[in-house]
C-alpha cells in the first residue's frame, strides 16, 4: 500500500523541474534571466545529472538501509534521467541551432564536450527501451549486463558538464565527487561477491 502510494508521488516530484520550467517560459519570462536559451539548456542538462546520480543512489540506500522502495522506483528515476537528457539535447539543437541539423552534426564531430554528451544520450536509449518487466524477462541476465552502461554514462555526463563549463569547476565537481562516493560505495558488496566466488 505504501509504495503504491509513494510511486505517484515520485513521478510527481521527478516531473515537477520541468513543470517549473513549462511555468518559467509561458507564465514568468523573468526567471530565464537575459540569456533564456543557457538557462533552459544548463537546468535540463543539470536534472538529467542529478537524476543520473539519483538513481545510482538507489542500490547503496537500499543496501544501507534494508529498504526495498528504491529497487522498486529506480527504474522510474531512469527513465526520467533519459528525459530529462533528451529535453536536455531538444532544448539544445532547436533554440541554439535552430534544429540545423548540418550545424548539429559538426558540433558533434567537432566539439568534444558535445561529442561526449551525444554519445551519452545515445547509451541511454537501450536502456530507456529495456526498462520493462517484459524486456527484462526476454533479455534475462544480458539485461544486467546492459544496464550497467548507467556507469559509463554517468562518467560521461561529469566529463560533459566540466568540459563545458571550463574555468569555473565548482559545480561539476560537486557532481563528480558525489558520484565516485556513489561507485565506492559499491565496492564492499562486490569484493564479497568476489571472495564467496572464489
Not at 510511486?7 to 516531473?15: I, N
Not at 542500490?59 to 533528451?86: C, D
Not at 545515445?122 to 527484462?136: D, E
Amino acid at each position: 500500500m505504501l509504495l503504491q502510494l509513494l510511486k505517484p508521488v515520485v513521478w510527481l516530484l521527478s516531473l515537477t523541474p520541468f513543470l517549473y520550467l513549462l511555468y518559467a517560459v509561458t507564465m514568468a519570462p523573468d526567471i530565464l534571466g537575459a540569456n533564456p536559451q543557457e538557462y533552459l539548456t544548463h537546468n535540463t542538462g543539470a536534472w538529467s545529472l542529478r537524476f543520473l546520480l539519483i538513481t545510482l543512489l538507489m542500490t547503496p540506500l537500499r543496501r544501507l538501509t534494508g529498504w526495498t522502495f528504491p529497487i522498486r522506483i529506480r527504474r522510474m528515476l531512469g527513465l526520467f534521467a533519459f528525459f530529462y537528457v533528451t529535453l536536455h539535447l531538444v532544448i539544445y539543437a532547436g533554440l541554439d541551432l535552430a534544429l540545423d541539423w548540418s550545424h548539429l552534426g559538426e558540433d558533434i564531430l567537432e566539439r568534444p564536450y558535445i561529442t561526449v554528451g551525444f554519445t551519452a544520450w545515445l547509451l541511454l536509449i537501450p536502456l530507456a527501451m529495456t526498462s520493462t518487466n517484459a524486456m527484462m524477462r526476454r533479455l534475462g541476465r544480458r539485461w544486467k549486463k546492459l544496464h550497467r552502461l548507467v556507469y559509463l554514462i554517468a562518467t560521461l555526463g561529469c566529463i560533459h558538464f566540466i568540459w563545458l563549463v571550463k574555468k569555473d569547476l565548482q559545480e561539476p565537481l560537486i557532481y563528480i565527487t558525489i558520484f565516485i562516493v556513489l561507485m565506492l560505495l559499491r565496492l564492499p558488496a562486490r569484493s564479497m561477491k568476489s571472495g564467496q566466488a572464489t
